[in-house]
């Protein structure tokens, strides 16, 4: 049916190209036969005239004087598939009118609670299998409620067969310009619960969020819309995130992603270097990183590692850049994002000192290594060096690397890439478990189930840390989204490397081990963590644009000034305290996610020996 389907347009273009030139040579042998000269521009015409004219032939050869003389079989043959083909595309576009218009006045009719996605690629698909599992309890874009209504897709490139074969029970595809107003209006924009907006471009998307702040203005959404605007610019994201609307009152909230940022943020928080080598004690080496090409990715992976690699050794974390022209590259880095060199050491390695095993001593106390790298048929033999360079320093006496090898993690936008980089069936696993490769794909991270925990301790942050200061901000669901990152790293900080220093980690309420008393953690061990807190939120501040500098607070947020911005040393007491607040509060933070803190199991093994 689906190749009937699409080949239903080869057929009808077949059946006028057959009839154009059966009538064209027709008329030609026709006129041959009565004699008669006529030129090639008329002939045309009287063949083109089959398509568009009802022409009777008998009628038409008497008015040509042309009736003695017996008609063709070429002609008459015109005759049938020329209308035959001109009321097959008048059918056609009646029926895709129809069609559009049965669909958009179902929407209208019976469309509430529903999920508007703008724009069609990979990730629409992704995203709409991720909603569409009704077994996953959220979802990327459901941390606040869980799908309800059915799920549009308005998209400009696909064809209507395409749309009809895509379209099923729960999503609905529609080929719509959604940039226009008019059109998010007549699919019920203001009874929707969110609109996930992925155009081809920035530019796109921001027209399709004006089209629907005005749609909004004239008629205010029945609940609360959330907004999730896919952003490719990093610049652009992050004005995004600061964004609060064209007006407060309009019942929506945006929340701006990129996928190579949520991916980034999520394997630098899974794969921190404190899970597999010690960087608790001053005496332990500064973390040492790998990165494998500055791509989109790459960039999102130094910035998250920017503002999550933090430890208890308080030593600035070792970047070592794997790429082609590696000082013109991280050059790039260093001028987009002034005072990140103050953060991270980013050490350039070209990538032919690897691939001759040059040099490599100074990848010794490396303890992850990720990839980014853009040509993906070079990325198996990339791995397949690095593993190399390890053996080879295990081979080292008394090498600080003696027999470790660091966690090599590849992330991967699609399938298909998978397969360049790896290969297919058997022989993909087995290179992957002959590398130790642990593979990322993009759709683990449109499924964060721990991420409503991180939601819901950041808030908590944000309360505690407002109630303690006495500072007067929005509430949680009044915040932009910036603000809500900064405290959705503070948590995801709290509950990664801190707690794993302190050898605890978080349970659930019903857990039967006992609840760490918070209050037992060591004066020195809390004063640590604090520098550490700080450490944190100074380069947090340097990423977005932060310098240091004394403002009025009513306006220090909005030229970016802060006189905080100093060393930990030279912080006054009062400020000094702020940063230890989230570990101090930090039983009755946990207990509004249903949680607690605990001693980890390998803490537990420790205590037991």
């Not at 203001?190 to 992925?198: D, E, F, P």
């Not at 203005?217 to 609360?224: G, L, T």
């Not at 208890?312 to 002034?338: G, H, S």
């Not at 990423?543 to 905080?564: C, E, M, N």
């Amino acid at each position: 049916m689906k190749k009937l389907l699409a080949s239903r347009w080869t057929l009808i273009i077949s059946i006028a190209i057959a009839g154009f030139a059966f009538g064209f040579f027709g008329w030609i042998e026709l006129f041959e036969k009565a004699n008669k000269t006529v030129s090639l521009s008329w002939v045309f015409s009287l063949t083109v005239g089959l398509f568009t004219r009802q022409l009777f032939i008998p009628i038409l050869a008497n008015l040509l004087n042309l009736a003695e003389y017996e008609i063709p079989w070429t002609l008459s043959l015109a005759r049938i598939l020329a209308p035959t083909a001109t009321l097959s595309v008048a059918f056609v576009l009646v029926l895709s009118i129809v069609r559009r218009l049965s669909v958009l006045l179902k929407v209208k009719m019976f469309f509430r609670n529903h999920t508007i996605i703008c724009g069609y690629s990979d990730l629409t698909e992704m995203i709409i299998e991720r909603l569409v599992d009704r077994k996953l309890e959220r979802t990327e874009f459901s941390l606040s409620r869980k799908l309800r209504g059915k799920i549009l897709v308005l998209t400009k490139n696909l064809s209507e067969d395409q749309l009809r074969m895509k379209s099923s029970k729960s999503v609905v595809f529609m080929s719509a310009d959604y940039e226009r107003a008019e059109i998010l209006r007549s699919v019920n924009l203001h009874r929707a619960q969110r609109v996930v907006i992925i155009a081809r471009d920035d530019f796109s998307s921001t027209n399709t969020l004006t089209s629907i702040e005005k749609v909004c203005s004239h008629k205010r959404p029945v609940k609360h819309l959330e907004i999730w605007m896919h952003i490719e610019d990093s610049d652009l994201l992050q004005t995004f995130k600061e964004y609060k609307g064209e007006s407060g009152d309009l019942n929506l909230s945006i929340y701006p992603f990129n996928t190579y940022q949520k991916m980034a943020n999520r394997i630098v928080d899974k794969y921190s270097p404190d899970k597999y080598v010690s960087l608790k004690y001053d005496g332990d080496p500064a973390a040492h990183i790998g990165l494998f090409g500055l791509s989109s990715l790459g960039k999102y992976i130094v910035l998250e590692i920017a503002q999550m690699y933090h430890f208890a050794n308080r030593k600035r974390p070792v970047l070592t850049v794997f790429e082609e022209q590696a000082d013109a590259r991280i050059l790039e880095i260093l001028q987009k994002w002034p005072g990140i060199e103050n953060i991270l050491d980013i050490r350039p390695f070209d990538i032919r000192d690897l691939t001759s095993l040059k040099n490599i001593e100074i990848l010794a106390d490396m303890s992850v290594v990720f990839f980014s790298w853009n040509k993906e048929t070079e990325i198996y033999n990339l791995i397949t060096k690095i593993r190399q360079v390890f053996y080879l320093l295990n081979t080292i006496e008394n090498s600080v690397s003696k027999q470790f090898h660091p966690v090599v993690v590849l992330p991967i936008i699609s399938k298909l890439r998978l397969v360049d980089c790896l290969g297919t069936s058997e022989l993909f696993t087995q290179n992957w478990k002959a590398l130790d490769l642990i593979i990322e794909q993009q759709q683990d991270f449109l499924t964060l189930e721990s991420e409503e925990d991180y939601e819901r301790i950041a808030k908590a942050i944000s309360e505690f840390y407002l109630k303690q200061n006495n500072a007067k901000s929005p509430k949680w669901f009044e915040m932009t989204d910036y603000w809500k990152d900064e405290n959705r790293y503070a948590a995801k900080h709290l509950l990664g490397i801190k707690l794993r220093y302190l050898g605890l980690e978080i349970a659930e309420k019903e857990d039967p081990r006992q609840e760490f008393d918070i209050t037992r953690i060591p004066q020195t061990k809390e004063l640590i963590l604090s520098e550490v807190e700080h450490l944190r939120w100074f380069a947090r501040k340097t990423i977005v644009g932060y310098a240091y500098g004394y403002s009025p607070y009513t306006v220090r947020d909005i030229v970016k000034i802060h006189r905080s911005l100093v060393p930990y040393k030279d912080l006054e007491k009062q400020e000094r305290e702020k940063d230890s607040t989230t570990l101090k509060f930090m039983r009755d933070i946990l207990a509004v996610a249903d949680k607690k803190v605990v001693k980890s199991l390998e803490k537990q093994s420790e205590d037991n020996q």
